[in-house]
T-cell receptor, first 114, second 111 residues
Framework: DVKVTQSSRYLVKRTGEKVFLECVQDMDHENMFWYRQDPGLGLRLIYFSYDVKMKEKGDIPEGYSVSREKKERFSLILESASTNQTSMYLC???FGSGPRRGYTFGSGTRLTVV | GDSVTQMEGPVTLSEEAFLTINCTYTATGYPSLFWYVQYPGEGLQLLLKATKADDKGSNKGFEATYRKETTSFHLEKGSVQVSDSAVYFCALMDSSYKLIFGSGTRLLVRP
């Protein structure tokens, strides 16, 4: 069964910590995405990547960075965690071109920054 | 820029009631349209999609028709079940393969 796997379901971190959220997909997808989900705000795009070592800013990149050293792995980095980054983080992947089949999502990581 | 607007929730229905969740979009060109569902504690799952005008997407008893003239993609189901309780997201895919989501509509189905 093809899937997108996020390494942690729940994380609790302290303010100021450097936080890594990992995402791995086994579908050979070119595109990968990081969203955060907050009540009443829906899903907001943080960063995305169309290929290895490529990254593009989404709508809310401030306070985040990403790394994509291998095609299957896309990491989200919180350089210095703050309480306003407490949220559900969702990773997704998709094919690069051709029919627009939508995304496959991971199960999400609920991050709490204290 | 492109955007999606969907009705606010929560929508509360009794089992076997008819469901409609409204979704309208603003976009240049003719984007592909999607409905995703999120069950409690889980990520999003693709429910159905439509890639061109007048297409009807369907899955698990849910349907939505791509209406170009009204820029809409309303989700419908004839008879909801308790197990349909979830958050439903309407989305469009823009020309650079990014999904743009609505804010989500929570559905609560009572026995």
């Amino acid at each position: 069964d093809v899937k997108v796997t996020q390494s942690s379901r729940y994380l609790v971190k302290r303010t100021g910590e450097k936080v890594f959220l990992e995402c791995v997909q086994d579908m050979d997808h070119e595109n990968m995405f990081w969203y955060r989900q907050d009540p009443g705000l829906g899903l907001r795009l943080i960063y995305f990547s169309y290929d290895v070592k490529m990254k593009e800013k989404g709508d809310i990149p401030e306070g985040y960075s990403v790394s994509r050293e291998k095609k299957e792995r896309f990491s989200l980095i919180l350089e210095s965690a703050s309480t306003n980054q407490t949220s559900m983080y969702l990773c997704a992947s998709s094919f690069g071109s051709g029919p627009r089949r939508g995304y496959t999502f991971g199960s999400g990581t609920r991050l709490t920054v204290v | 820029g492109d955007s999606v607007t969907q009705m606010e929730g929560p929508v509360t229905l009794s089992e076997e009631a008819f469901l409609t969740i409204n979704c309208t979009y603003t976009a240049t060109g003719y984007p592909s349209l999607f409905w995703y569902v999120q069950y409690p504690g889980e990520g999003l799952q693709l429910l159905l999609k439509a890639t061109k005008a007048d297409d009807k997407g369907s899955n698990k008893g849910f349907e939505a028709t791509y209406r170009k003239e009204t820029t809409s993609f309303h989700l419908e189901k004839g008879s909801v079940q308790v197990s349909d309780s979830a958050v439903y997201f309407c989305a469009l895919m823009d020309s650079s393969y990014k999904l743009i989501f609505g804010s989500g509509t929570r559905l609560l189905v009572r026995p």
